[in-house]
T-cell receptor, first 112, second 115 residues
Framework: KQEVTQIPAALSVPEGENLVLNCSFTDSAIYNLQWFRQDPGKGLTSLLLIQSSQREQTSGRLNASLDKSSGRSTLYIAASQPSDSATYLCAVRVNAGNMLTFGGGTRLMVKP | GAGVSQSPSNKVTEKGKDVELRCDPISGHTALYWYRQSLGQGLEFLIYFQGNSAPDKSGLPSDRFSAERTGGSVSTLTIQRTQQEDSAVYLC?????????????FGPGTRLTVL
């Protein structure tokens, strides 16, 4: 059974810092990995999708990498801003099914 | 364009009552998913639909849970004889094509509270 773990569970940083969020998964047989953002009381917003054949994806200040063989992904946020404060979730799509398996999330607080 | 919509946004019910939650996917999306987000369990898959194929119900926690999708569009998740442990946020997502394995777009969720 695929298990997804995110570290740290919570993170507080001052504005302007570069930061890294970590995601690990136990079964490397994945189709893709997706990073989401969730604001309090809201649904999930997709940030980046990395297919299993890709190593990284970039969107603005966000960069996500994927090392499938080691079962790891990182989300890099450059020059963090208070508006980046949210919970970040990673999810993997497995070969044996088409649902997403989610990690527990990292709750990020960027202080002005 | 319009995103995934869900109704109601909040639902409070008494233990033992039945509830229905509705999801309107993005127009043209053939795949639809239901997930549940609760404090103790994180975000869990419940069920998905793809076109006219039989749904994958492998994530439904008990036979009190059922879902249908009419006309390949709107979906309803029904919970019978609700229990307090059913309290959670129920999220619906849709994607363009299951086989393309592309991005899932999520709705805002329905927060269910069972008293």
């Amino acid at each position: 059974k695929q298990e997804v773990t995110q570290i740290p569970a919570a993170l507080s940083v001052p504005e302007g810092e570069n930061l890294v969020l970590n995601c690990s998964f136990t079964d490397s047989a994945i189709y893709n990995l997706q990073w989401f953002r969730q604001d309090p009381g809201k649904g999930l917003t997709s940030l980046l999708l990395i297919q299993s054949s890709q190593r990284e994806q970039t969107s603005g200040r966000l960069n996500a990498s994927l090392d499938k063989s080691s079962g790891r992904s990182t989300l890099y946020i450059a020059a963090s801003q208070p508006s980046d404060s949210a919970t970040y979730l990673c999810a993997v799509r497995v070969n044996a099914g088409n649902m997403l398996t989610f990690g527990g999330g990292t709750r990020l607080m960027v202080k002005p | 364009g319009a995103g995934v919509s869900q109704s109601p946004s909040n639902k409070v019910t008494e233990k033992g009552k039945d509830v229905e939650l509705r999801c309107d996917p993005i127009s043209g999306h053939t795949a639809l998913y239901w997930y549940r987000q609760s404090l103790g369990q994180g975000l869990e898959f419940l069920i998905y639909f793809q076109g006219n194929s039989a749904p994958d119900k492998s994530g439904l926690p008990s036979d009190r849970f059922s879902a249908e999708r009419t006309g390949g569009s709107v979906s309803t998740l029904t919970i019978q004889r609700t229990q307090q442990e059913d309290s959670a946020v129920y999220l619906c997502a849709s994607s363009l094509d299951l086989r393309a394995m592309d991005t899932q777009y999520f709705g805002p969720g329905t927060r269910l509270t069972v008293l």
